[in-house]
């Protein structure tokens, strides 16, 4: 078994995915949630023309009657959704172009794109606890190559094209639509490149195959850190926090009522992946997830300054 693992692993890492130098590209970003609604309310407010939302759930209420208040200024708004938090948006159904996804997997994706020039998104769901209780993060990007990338995967899902059926992008990074773009793919490259440091901070851990990777780079001197939901990892039969625990620095969130959603791995201060996937298979082959690669040495810092600031809080 161990050394089927080491195969896959080993063919994993020879297939480097497309990359191009737009992971330097500078995001905005914002991690405490007095910022992050103030952003996303501002985001949306900024919209003009058109306002496009790929969203898992949208439900606060701020944010519906921003949504509304678009459309009643004639702004086209478009939403995409998961089918089974429908019945979230209420009446608005009624009044916004509205496609929710198949029911394979989740549409677990958070973004919006505001008149074709900026993307929001982020581990942010709409949601008053995901926006005021929860770790979590947005960012806010304008650059034309980020901006297409994800005005393309808009527009499929607005045609129907979920998951599978989507084709893969020709320029992957440093955007990369899970399943189609192979997401894991470019997670497991990130992590071979690993020499000294690893800070990971996720909502669900239940690949084994991250675990075992972890567990190499451990017994060749790297210094692995991770921080995890609470509730989630120690209450799921499938989580690997107890694998993991014996071979890194391992925490949890103290949080009493929200949730460590958020989904990042920081690479030796040189590289940074974060997004909405979490290491499960279900991110990598059922569920429409992202990851972003940055290598802008700001975008690196500012998440290993969160990390740390959330290793702290749960001393």
């Not at 949306?44 to 759930?57: K, P, Q």
């Not at 938090?85 to 794109?113: F, P, Q, S, W």
């Not at 505001?114 to 979590?136: E, F, I, M, R």
């Not at 675990?211 to 850190?225: D, M, N, P, Q, R």
């Amino acid at each position: 078994m161990r050394l089927s693992i080491f195969l896959f692993l080993c063919a994993v890492l020879f297939v480097c995915p497309s990359c191009t130098t737009t992971d330097t590209v500078r995001f905005d970003l914002y991690f405490l949630n007095a910022s992050i609604r103030e952003r996303t309310l501002g985001f949306i407010e900024g919209a003009t023309v058109s306002l496009d939302l790929c969203v898992y759930d949208i439900s606060d209420p701020e944010v519906l009657r921003a949504l509304a208040g678009k459309a009643a200024q004639g702004v086209a708004v478009r939403v995409v959704t998961e089918a089974d938090n429908l019945a979230e948006l209420g009446l608005l159904t009624r009044e916004l172009e509205v496609v929710v996804d198949d029911d394979r997997g989740l549409m677990h994706c958070k973004y919006m794109i505001a008149d074709g020039k900026q993307v929001w998104g982020g581990s942010t769901n709409l949601t008053k606890t995901s926006l005021d209780n929860h770790y979590n993060d947005i960012f806010i990007a304008s650059d034309p190559f980020i901006v297409r990338r994800f005005q393309d995967h808009f527009e499929h899902c607005m045609n129907g094209l979920f998951k599978s059926d989507r084709p893969s992008a020709k320029e992957k990074g440093p955007v990369y639509f899970s399943p189609e773009d192979l997401p894991f793919n470019a997670l497991m490259n990130l992590l071979s490149s690993a020499k000294e440091e690893v800070l990971i901070g996720i909502y669900a851990f239940s690949d084994y195959r991250i675990a075992h990777f972890l567990k190499v780079l451990s017994a060749h001197g790297v210094e692995i850190y991770v921080f995890a939901d609470r509730g989630w990892n120690q209450g799921s039969p499938y989580s690997q926090s107890v694998e993991v625990d014996q071979y890194t620095l391992l925490r949890y969130d103290l949080l009493e009522t929200g949730l460590m959603h958020q989904k990042f791995i920081v690479v030796d201060r040189s590289a940074v992946l974060f997004g909405t996937y979490n290491f499960t298979a279900s991110a990598e082959t059922k569920n429409d997830e992202y990851l972003i690669l940055s290598r802008e040495a700001s975008v690196v810092e500012r998440f290993r300054q969160r990390f740390f600031e959330l290793w702290k809080a749960s001393e």
